[in-house]
């Protein structure tokens, strides 16, 4: 597809059924497209693709792409408390587990249940 929001449905789809290497080229080019202004109607926020591409990098064990786009996401305010629960996880597969826990610490505190699990899962 040549539209934005179409690439982000298509990849959303894909992640939903666990084809990240499948979804990260639409989402790549939803945000090529977008920084072409070639997305007219403004379809889908930046920061919804950024998220979601973070998500299939996390996934693909792209730690450093997945990192980067969630501090983007941070330094934006963007659903903090699902941003501070990925960079979390990315954290904890990076070997950095104070690290994690604390951004599972202020995702839970910031009303995150899945944070809460993952505490009490990683976070002795």
Same mark, same amino acid.
């Given at each position: 597809?040549?539209?934005?929001? /179409?690439?982000?449905?298509? /990849?959303? +789809? $894909? ?7 499948? =979804? ?7 945000? +090529?497209?977008?920084? $072409?202004? !070639? ?8 920061? $919804? ?6 998500? =299939? ?8 792409? /997945? ?8 330094? !934006? ?8 629960? &990925? ?5 904890? =597969? ?11 610490? +202020?995702? /839970? &505190?910031?009303?995150?249940?899945? =944070? ?9």
């Amino acid at each position: 597809p040549k539209n934005v929001l /179409a690439l982000v449905k298509r /990849a959303r +789809t $894909e992640e939903k059924i666990g084809q990240y290497q499948k =979804a990260l080229p639409d989402l790549v080019r939803a945000m +090529t497209y977008k920084s $072409e202004g !070639k997305d007219p109607n403004y379809s889908s926020p930046v920061e $919804e693709i950024v998220l979601a591409r973070s998500i =299939a990098y996390l996934n693909l064990d792209s730690l450093e792409s /997945a990192f980067r786009d969630i501090q983007y996401l941070i330094g !934006k305010h963007y659903q903090p408390d699902k941003t501070y629960l &990925l960079r979390g996880y990315i954290n904890l =597969a990076g070997h950095q587990q104070k690290r994690g826990c604390n951004d599972l610490d +202020t995702a /839970a &505190l910031l009303g995150n249940p899945e =944070a809460q699990e993952a505490l009490g899962k990683y976070c002795h």
